[in-house]
């Protein structure tokens, strides 16, 4: 009887350990709760949350919903003071900043106006500064806000595709963004998260010279799990990825999930949580996600395993960098916890196991793998010859990858030249030195090509070894390039306004600027030779708003427009109110 309550107490004493072991993969988060209020005054629903997929980045906040409306009012979320205001034609668009007393930031962006008093010191300071858009400190003691305090309408302004209140909580100090549902916003959620697909790469080999194997996920018994059950690859080194999305309750929107951790055999392996992530690093999604996969129109794939170029916290790899070994004569039984910030959780289960007779095979392929052009992660990977030459630093890369490169001269114009493929992502900018043929110091732009977008940098003279009449440009993808003149100036086109016109009966004045390059430097406009302010919302159009500014009377109004090389058009008109 002893024998028997002491063997029970040692198999209690070791589940307890594993619990134990499992729940403290990832350390418990000790955010307060309930400290912050919502931040609008709407129905409490979410279309997009932290942590979810976007090109080359993660989505760093809540996406509130505004009842598909703008102007709701936008509520400061706890007590503290507005630190910051923002105002950018694209990303946040207007957004305020509010530091709190617990060491938080909150931000609350696509705004519309601020409350009176904020919007007219920000008036004030865009006048001072002769800028439309400014990233401003504002003093401490300036304005002070209560909890629930309104701070501005929401709206649509900056890289937003409709109405809604972007919402972030950053850590003050780190700037470090943290996931807000881990706070206990009121947002109910008793759904666990949807699994779709499973996808097993073969590691002897980049994860870019290969198509992962799809397995679709089916649920049988509360679990995810593949067909077939057991799994055969022909390599001894394997990882893996899911497509999962996750869902509130009583809403069918697809959002991102909050974890996932990875068991062979039991043991806990490695796994990734997405908290606490900074802006300069949220372009390693392109490390987390199989981004060939995703270039060619696909789903997202999100890694179970570290890349060996990610150089980020997303994972943890305690016990490993989730690259399984099945050299051996067994199967692994591998499990996958998938969770979503609620703690509701979905398990994806299967087997397995080498192909013992197709190891060899693949071990002969990849010796011959990595021979010529080959560029590796934690390396500075160079290319040149007599016509061009570039460098991807080294943090540059997450994976190795065979380069490709290739020229084409056309009838007319300059050589263009092929730089690799758009399947392989670069984690940030590196230069790319061409040899002009004919060159026009300060007239040089360089144009990068791929899948109908183009984009266009100054490129500045420098000299390559000892030679002249090279231009350098930096981008970060790869992509076809091209070295050209621009001497063609911008083009000022007034949208429903002509000069000498009568305009008591307008509400506003509004410009369309293009240029051939795509890019306008500056714009600067003046009434009766004072700096007036436009906006530039989504860097579409160029609008002021009829304000004391211009009172009425004669008056003439200056438009100044430069593009990237210094190619300048100026126009003036003439009008009455």
Same mark, same amino acid.
């Given at each position: 009887?002893?024998?028997? !309550? $002491?063997?029970?107490?040692?198999?209690?004493?070791?589940?307890?350990? !594993?619990?134990?072991?499992?729940?403290?993969?990832?350390?418990?988060?000790?955010?307060?709760?309930?400290? &912050?209020?919502?931040?609008?005054?709407?129905?409490?629903?979410?279309?997009? +949350?932290?942590?979810?997929? $976007?090109? +080359?980045?993660?989505?760093?906040?809540?996406?509130?919903?505004?009842?598909?409306?703008?102007?709701?009012?936008?509520?400061?979320?706890?007590?503290?003071?507005?630190?910051?205001?923002?105002?950018?034609?694209?990303?946040?668009?207007?957004?305020?900043?509010?530091?709190?007393?617990?060491?938080? *930031?909150?931000?609350?962006?696509?705004?519309?106006?601020?409350?009176?008093?904020?919007?007219?010191?920000?008036?004030?300071? @865009?006048?001072?500064?002769?800028?439309?858009?400014?990233?401003?400190?504002?003093?401490?003691?300036?304005?002070?806000?209560?909890?629930?305090?309104?701070?501005?309408?929401?709206?649509?302004?900056?890289?937003?595709?409709?109405?809604?209140?972007?919402?972030?909580?950053?850590?003050?100090?780190?700037?470090?963004?943290?996931?807000?549902?881990?706070?206990?916003?009121?947002?109910?959620?008793?759904?666990?998260?949807?699994?779709?697909?499973?996808?097993? %790469?073969?590691?002897?080999?980049?994860?870019?010279?290969?198509?992962?194997?799809?397995?679709?996920?089916?649920?049988?018994?509360?679990?995810?799990?593949?067909?077939?059950?057991?799994?055969?690859?022909?390599?001894?080194?394997?990882?893996?990825?899911?497509?999962?999305?996750?869902?509130?309750?009583?809403?069918?929107?697809?959002?991102?999930?909050?974890?996932?951790?990875?068991?062979?055999?039991?043991?806990?392996? *490695?796994?990734?949580?997405?908290?606490?992530?900074?802006?300069?690093? /949220?372009?390693?999604?392109?490390?987390?996600?199989?981004?060939?996969?995703?270039?060619?129109?696909?789903?997202?794939? @999100?890694?179970?395993?570290?890349?060996?170029?990610?150089?980020?916290?997303?994972?943890?790899?305690?016990?490993?960098?989730?690259?399984?070994?099945?050299?051996?004569?067994?199967?692994?039984?591998?499990?996958?916890?998938?969770?979503?910030?609620?703690?509701?959780?979905?398990?994806?289960?299967?087997?397995?196991?080498?192909?013992?007779?197709?190891?060899?095979?693949?071990?002969?392929?990849?010796?011959?793998?990595?021979?010529?052009?080959?560029?590796?992660?934690?390396?500075?990977?160079?290319?040149?010859?007599?016509?061009?030459?570039?460098? !991807?630093?080294?943090?540059?890369?997450?994976?190795?990858?065979?380069?490709? %490169?290739?020229?084409?001269?056309?009838? &007319?114009?300059?050589? !263009?030249?092929?730089?690799?493929?758009?399947?392989?992502?670069?984690?940030?900018?590196?230069?790319?030195?061409?040899?002009? /043929?004919?060159?026009?110091?300060?007239?040089?732009?360089?144009?990068?090509?791929?899948?109908?977008?183009?984009?266009?940098?100054?490129?500045?003279?420098? /000299?390559?070894?000892?030679?002249?009449?090279?231009?350098?440009?930096?981008?970060?993808?790869?992509?076809?390039?091209?070295?050209?003149?621009?001497?063609?100036?911008?083009?000022?086109?007034?949208?429903?306004? $002509?000069?000498?016109?009568?305009?008591?009966?307008? $509400?506003?004045?509004?410009?369309?600027?293009?240029?051939?390059?795509?890019?306008?430097?500056?714009?600067?406009? *003046?009434?009766?030779?004072?700096?007036?302010?436009?906006?530039?919302?989504?860097?579409?159009?160029?609008?002021?708003?009829?304000?004391?500014?211009?009172?009425?009377?004669?008056?003439?109004?200056?438009?100044?427009?430069?593009?990237?090389?210094?190619?300048?058009?100026?126009?003036?008109?003439?009008?009455?109110?």
């Amino acid at each position: 009887m002893l024998k028997n !309550i $002491r063997f029970l107490f040692f198999i209690s004493f070791l589940l307890l350990n !594993i619990f134990r072991s499992t729940a403290q993969f990832f350390n418990a988060k000790t955010y307060p709760q309930n400290y &912050f209020l919502y931040p609008v005054e709407a129905g409490k629903s979410l279309s997009a +949350n932290f942590g979810e997929l $976007r090109s +080359n980045h993660y989505h760093m906040g809540l996406d509130c919903r505004t009842d598909q409306v703008q102007n709701k009012k936008v509520l400061a979320a706890a007590v503290g003071y507005i630190a910051k205001v923002k105002i950018e034609p694209w990303g946040f668009g207007r957004a305020i900043y509010i530091n709190h007393p617990n060491g938080l *930031t909150t931000l609350y962006a696509h705004l519309n106006d601020f409350y009176p008093e904020l919007e007219d010191y920000i008036k004030e300071q @865009q006048y001072k500064l002769e800028s439309w858009a400014v990233y401003l400190d504002i003093p401490e003691n300036l304005f002070p806000v209560t909890k629930g305090k309104f701070i501005a309408y929401s709206g649509n302004t900056g890289g937003s595709q409709g109405p809604h209140l972007h919402f972030e909580i950053r850590d003050t100090k780190t700037e470090k963004v943290l996931n807000p549902l881990l706070f206990g916003f009121p947002i109910p959620d008793n759904v666990p998260p949807d699994v779709y697909r499973l996808a097993v %790469y073969d590691r002897c080999v980049s994860t870019y010279e290969q198509s992962p194997k799809i397995y679709t996920l089916k649920k049988v018994n509360g679990k995810y799990v593949t067909t077939p059950s057991l799994i055969t690859m022909n390599t001894n080194k394997v990882s893996f990825g899911i497509t999962a999305t996750d869902r509130y309750t009583g809403s069918s929107n697809r959002n991102g999930i909050y974890e996932t951790v990875l068991y062979d055999n039991d043991k806990a392996v *490695t796994g990734f949580q997405l908290d606490s992530i900074g802006y300069d690093e /949220t372009r390693y999604l392109n490390a987390h996600i199989d981004y060939s996969y995703r270039s060619k129109g696909r789903s997202y794939i @999100q890694h179970l395993s570290k890349l060996p170029g990610f150089n980020n916290s997303l994972y943890n790899t305690a016990n490993g960098d989730g690259v399984i070994d099945i050299d051996d004569d067994s199967a692994h039984t591998i499990k996958l916890e998938v969770k979503d910030a609620n703690g509701n959780t979905s398990i994806v289960e299967f087997e397995i196991k080498s192909g013992k007779a197709f190891v060899e095979e693949q071990k002969a392929d990849s010796a011959t793998y990595f021979q010529t052009m080959s560029f590796h992660p934690g390396f500075i990977n160079l290319f040149e010859n007599s016509k061009l030459s570039f460098y !991807i630093p080294q943090n540059g890369l997450y994976d190795s990858i065979q380069f490709t %490169y290739s020229e084409t001269t056309p009838a &007319f114009g300059n050589t !263009i030249f092929q730089l690799h493929n758009t399947s392989v992502p670069i984690h940030g900018y590196f230069p790319i030195s061409i040899k002009a /043929t004919t060159s026009l110091p300060e007239k040089m732009v360089m144009r990068r090509s791929a899948n109908g977008k183009t984009d266009y940098k100054k490129a500045e003279p420098v /000299t390559h070894g000892n030679e002249t009449g090279w231009y350098r440009a930096s981008f970060r993808e790869f992509g076809t390039y091209q070295l050209l003149t621009d001497t063609e100036p911008p083009v000022i086109t007034p949208i429903g306004f $002509r000069d000498g016109m009568n305009c008591s009966k307008l $509400r506003r004045l509004v410009f369309a600027v293009k240029d051939n390059t795509e890019e306008i430097e500056n714009f600067t406009a *003046t009434l009766n030779g004072n700096w007036l302010r436009f906006s530039n919302d989504k860097g579409s159009r160029f609008i002021y708003e009829f304000d004391e500014k211009c009172p009425a009377g004669e008056h003439e109004l200056k438009i100044i427009a430069e593009d990237q090389v210094g190619n300048i058009t100026e126009k003036v008109y003439r009008f009455t109110r």
